[in-house]
């Protein structure tokens, strides 16, 4: 069992739902829970990037206004599949919303197909599917372009307008807090080696028996050893946690039926890749820190980003994140940072 490290970013992770029937409300709340977030002290808020369903579908578009919102919560996907986008303009967006945010965007991203793009390529490749590169290398190219490596053959002036070889515009230190989520050894070390942040999330690979947490730690150490920067190597770990300190008797009782509708699931292997899924930790801040605490990941990262469940209310949000920064994290070693 690792030493225990300090706690010292909290953050969460929503996928912004809506009604279809009113997106616009849905989209809102997302804003207001951010900016509730901000105010509750939290480091960071995550945005879960989704295509053809009622969640997010432009994170970017949801940063630049959650920038204008607030000023010192910083603001990341978790994950933008770059396999969906086109690193060139994806640059040029998020650095943009990064001077806009005064540097506060975080951007993840996953590599490899993206999920059920068979069900959609012709709407986004329609003529170029098969010779898409959907592996790491997309993923470098963006990290290129954001660091203001040269991309054209020309620069200077054309008429009366100015060109430059770079994208533009550069955000200084955004190629810096780019993070890639994994969810093997393979993508860990590959992280690692290439110098990204990484996140853990609640699901990974179990390529070392049917235990989450051992195959969870493997992977962080495997990113860590192959990282320039070994243990100092930003990690942040990704799990559903449900504190029910403040929560009404109705909110326990959907909370407790979630939760148990959800751990058929765990300790055990799915699909080919036999993908293992964290159990939900609910109960009052004490008991779930006492879970926490007792975890090896948990015990050697400082950064967490608390996922949100899918299908609660926006009240039920507002509840978990006061109890989340109010409770849990200080019992946890956490502070709001002076920011």
Do not use: C
């Not at 070390?189 to 179990?206: C, M, Y």
């Not at 300190?245 to 509708?261: I, L």
């Amino acid at each position: 069992m690792p030493e225990s490290t300090p706690l010292t970013k909290l953050g969460f992770l929503t996928i912004g739902v809506f009604d279809p029937a009113d997106p616009a409300a849905g989209h809102e709340q997302t804003l207001d829970t951010i900016e509730l977030g901000e105010r509750l002290g939290f480091d960071s808020a995550w945005l879960r990037h989704r295509h053809l369903q009622y969640g997010i579908s432009s994170p970017v578009a949801v940063m630049a206004a959650a920038s204008q919102r607030t000023s010192t919560i910083e603001l990341g996907t978790a994950v933008t599949p770059i396999g969906a986008e086109n690193p060139f303009r994806l640059a040029e967006d998020l650095a943009t919303v990064d001077l806009l945010s005064h540097g506060r965007i975080n951007p993840g991203f996953s590599a490899g197909t993206p999920m059920n793009i068979d069900k959609y390529r012709d709407a986004i490749y329609p003529t170029t599917y098969d010779l898409e590169d959907f592996d790491y290398e997309r993923l470098l190219r963006f990290r290129s372009f954001v660091r203001g490596d040269v991309v054209s053959s020309f620069e200077g002036t054309q008429g009366i307008e100015v060109f430059a070889n770079t994208v533009q515009p550069h955000s200084a230190g955004l190629a810096e807090r780019i993070w890639y989520g994994g969810g093997s050894t393979r993508s860990a070390t590959w992280a690692g080696e290439n110098g990204f942040n990484f996140l853990t999330s609640s699901v990974v690979q179990g390529e070392s028996g049917d235990d989450f947490a051992a195959n969870q730690f493997e992977q962080v150490s495997a990113y860590r050893a192959a990282h320039p920067d070994g243990d100092r190597a930003r990690v942040s770990q990704g799990l559903v946690v449900i504190p029910t300190d403040s929560a009404t008797p109705t909110q326990r009782a959907k909370y407790e039926a979630y939760v148990a509708s959800r751990a058929g699931r765990v300790g055990v292997a799915h699909g080919p890749k036999r993908m293992l899924f964290a159990a939900d930790l609910i109960g009052t801040s004490d008991e779930i820190a006492a879970v926490l605490e007792a975890d090896a990941t948990f015990r050697s990262v400082s950064e967490v980003a608390f996922a949100l469940p899918f299908s609660f209310e926006h009240d039920d949000y507002v509840q978990l994140l006061h109890d989340i920064a109010e409770r849990l994290a200080p019992a946890l070693g956490w502070s709001p940072t002076a920011r």
